[in-house]
């Protein structure tokens, strides 16, 4: 089954979204310097930027430049990173039905230093992302119980990615979950409830499955998903665009090999690091091989 439409076309709130997202919202605050600042220092930056970043946004931003009708239900402060990061999802051609905003906290934000030679420390203030609760995932539950795809991660409460998979597997909806950031207590039920359960290698130790030296698909029999290790550049965005094009090709080409919607994914990853910053560098359809479509 072929995608429909073309990437970043309008498309009407009464269709149904064939991918959800119910993830975070991050605003980058980026700061380039020569080498990283120690402690109680202050040293001049060369270049300064902000970015629109988030894993679950980042995977919504993916899906739809790959031509997925994509909705994501979220939440960010009432302040003026709040209203910009709604513009830069609509821009997107990403349904904000559901995207919720709160006086109670601030929009999530993540403050960047990078040096020459890549290094960086980060800091993340989760902020409105760790308010999305219950009653704003009953609010969204006509888009889940209608998606083909539905993603989470762990960017917000573990509470609130769980119930989202609840109520994804109960009207039949296929569940991708990406366990990022990683915990090392995650609740069993998290793999019960996933269809995909898609990390990388830093990921996957933190969990306790094997070695993603072996193969990269594991079928779990006794469970109900499959677990795929993802074998990209560790460079940032990267494997979110990876998990954003698996989740489209899970919605629009059901009918391909796992395997062959991996290698897609991976080739669409890794265009994506040729190209600076985050969302900014996930390609559209229209700049990708006609063989991936």
Same mark, same amino acid.
């Given at each position: 089954?072929?995608?429909?439409?073309?990437?970043?076309?309008?498309?009407?709130?009464?269709?149904?979204?064939?991918?959800?997202?119910? =993830?975070?919202? %991050?605003?980058?605050?980026?700061?380039?310097?020569?080498? #990283?600042? *120690?402690?109680? /220092?202050?040293?001049?930056?060369?270049?300064?930027?902000?970015?629109?970043?988030? *894993?679950?946004?980042?995977?919504? &931003?993916?899906?739809?430049?790959?031509?997925?009708?994509?909705?994501?239900?979220?939440?960010? =402060?009432?302040?003026?990173?709040?209203?910009?990061?709604? $513009?830069?999802?609509?821009?997107?051609?990403?349904?904000? $039905?559901?995207?919720?905003?709160?006086?109670?906290?601030?929009?999530?934000?993540?403050?960047?230093? &990078?040096?020459? /030679?890549?290094?960086?420390?980060?800091?993340?203030?989760?902020?409105?992302? #760790?308010?999305?609760?219950?009653?704003?995932?009953? *609010?969204?539950?006509?888009?889940?119980?209608?998606?083909?795809?539905?993603?989470?991660?762990? /960017?917000? +409460?573990?509470?609130?990615?769980?119930?989202? #998979?609840? %109520?994804?597997?109960? +009207?039949?909806?296929?569940?991708?979950?990406?366990?990022?950031?990683? %915990?090392?207590?995650?609740?069993?039920?998290?793999?019960?409830?996933?269809?995909?359960?898609?990390?990388? $290698?830093? $990921?996957?130790?933190?969990?306790?499955?094997?070695?993603?030296?072996?193969?990269?698909?594991?079928?779990?029999?006794?469970?109900?998903?499959?677990?795929?290790?993802?074998?990209?550049?560790?460079?940032?965005?990267?494997?979110?665009?990876?998990?954003?094009?698996?989740?489209?090709?899970?919605?629009?080409?059901?009918?391909?090999?796992?395997?062959?919607?991996?290698?897609?994914?991976?080739?669409?990853?890794? &265009?994506?690091?040729?190209?600076?910053?985050?969302?900014?560098?996930?390609?559209? *359809?229209?700049?990708?091989?006609?063989?991936?479509?």
């Amino acid at each position: 089954m072929a995608a429909s439409g073309e990437p970043g076309r309008p498309w009407q709130e009464e269709e149904a979204a064939a991918v959800v997202v119910v =993830g975070s919202c %991050m605003t980058d605050l980026v700061s380039l310097t020569s080498r #990283l600042p *120690k402690t109680g /220092e202050t040293i001049h930056g060369h270049e300064f930027f902000i970015g629109f970043g988030g *894993k679950g946004a980042n995977q919504c &931003v993916q899906a739809a430049r790959l031509g997925a009708k994509a909705a994501i239900v979220c939440k960010v =402060g009432n302040d003026s990173f709040g209203n910009d990061y709604i $513009e830069n999802l609509k821009q997107n051609h990403i349904s904000t $039905e559901f995207t919720y905003q709160t006086r109670d906290a601030a929009t999530g934000t993540a403050s960047i230093i &990078v040096n020459n /030679e890549g290094q960086n420390i980060i800091v993340i203030v989760a902020g409105a992302n #760790l308010l999305l609760n219950s009653e704003d995932l009953k *609010k969204a539950a006509s888009v889940i119980s209608r998606a083909k795809v539905m993603i989470c991660q762990l /960017e917000i +409460s573990p509470a609130a990615s769980l119930e989202a #998979l609840t %109520m994804a597997r109960r +009207s039949g909806v296929k569940t991708l979950f990406n366990p990022a950031p990683a %915990m090392a207590d995650l609740d069993p039920q998290f793999y019960t409830l996933s269809s995909i359960f898609c990390c990388n $290698e830093s $990921e996957v130790q933190t969990t306790h499955f094997g070695s993603p030296q072996s193969e990269g698909l594991h079928p779990c029999p006794q469970l109900s998903y499959m677990l795929v290790f993802i074998i990209v550049l560790p460079l940032q965005g990267a494997g979110d665009s990876f998990v954003g094009a698996l989740a489209f090709y899970l919605a629009y080409y059901p009918n391909l090999s796992l395997e062959e919607m991996l290698k897609r994914s991976n080739f669409i990853a890794a &265009v994506s690091v040729q190209a600076t910053g985050t969302q900014s560098s996930y390609p559209y *359809k229209k700049d990708l091989p006609l063989a991936l479509f």
